[in-house]
């Protein structure tokens, strides 16, 4: 039975081409497009200790449930550590106070097969994230399985990114193919089962303007674009914006903690498209170190990498303003995002209120 745990050893580098790294609890790879290695390996998603489960029934909470894979904040100076894994919200009643806000490894979750039989399903953080990077690309996801031992198959990292028809079991390690190209995630069943699939309705603007100095927030700062629920059965609708949490104090409930419209800090106006795209970088193993903040050598515009182009590496750019095309220095395969520069800004404003890092 595979161990819950990751154990990645680095496989003997051969002659031509790149190392690559094999997790020996879950006998999958663990390797990430241009050779990197992934944090938990490509099958972890099927195992995960009955300790670290939380049992949910939407149909205990009639208000509503929400689940959103807990993403990295784009900008992050609080002593508080970034959440990993499933984060909850449940209320009793729509519009009243949460019963849960809190955020777990895995949520187990009970669904019918068919009018007598229910079994229970899990979202994990591998799940919840690939599923977040596919939405946002709005690639076409299906939930496949395994033809030759039945193991529901998962698309991360890269593969959450580019649709594909062959696909490589993290059960059996055997290839097989799919008709057309898809990316797979079985969050789709998952949420087809529990009566939410397909797209999800519009979210609704929010309204607020936060206008705040780091200063006014000794104990740190948290930033996300607020990215749609996995799943969400409340009858209101979500909010969309940028969210931030701000400490006063460490080790105590965020004082500031909202989705607002617009935000500026310390005189900065964040993006939110910059900043939603950024936020999508950085949940990609594969793109560690490869997003960076361009200028076009000829007209000095910030180059802004939209759509497929901000995930997919490259030496040569176009510059939008002039049409340039221009290439990185050493002809590194990077993306470009202005956002890297507003985090450089924002970093630079804090240590000159006289805080460090």
Known sequence: MPSDDCHISAL??????????????HD???????????????????????????RLDPAEFPGGV?????????????????????????????GGPKSIDQTFDAVELPVRRDLYNEERVLVTAETAVAF?????????????????????????????????????CHGCNRLFRHQTRRVSNPLEMVRHQLGVGGKPDKPVRAKGILDIRQTDYPGGLQIWASNPALIWTSPRREQEGIHVHGWHRARVMPRLDGTFGRV???????????????????????LRGKVVALKCPSCGSSLFDRGEAAFRPRNEHRCDSCH???????????VSNPFVATVKALRGARKAGGHTA
């Open 264 to 286: 500026r800090i310390d005189g900065i106006e964040l993006d939110e498209g910059q900043l939603r795209v950024f936020m999508a970088q950085n949940a990609l193993t594969y």
């Open 12 to 25: 003997p580098k051969p002659r031509i081409g790149r190392g690559r790294f094999w997790c020996l609890s």
């Open 132 to 168: 977040y990077i596919s939405r946002f690309l709005d690639r076409t996801i299906v939930g496949l399985f395994c033809p030759m031992c039945n193991t529901p198959h998962l698309d991360s990292d890269w593969f959450a990114v580019k649709p594909h028809r062959v696909h490589l």
């Open 66 to 94: 929400a689940l959103w894979g807990a993403v990295e904040p784009v900008y992050n100076t609080a002593n508080e550590p970034a959440e990993q894994g499933i984060h909850v919200h449940a209320r009793y009643r729509a």
């Open 324 to 334: 340039v095309v221009f290439a990185t220095p050493n002809r590194r395969r990077v």
């Open 28 to 54: 999958a790879s663990a390797t990430a497009r241009f050779g990197g290695r992934l944090s938990r390996c490509e099958g972890a998603y099927r195992t995960v200790a009955d300790y670290r489960r939380f």
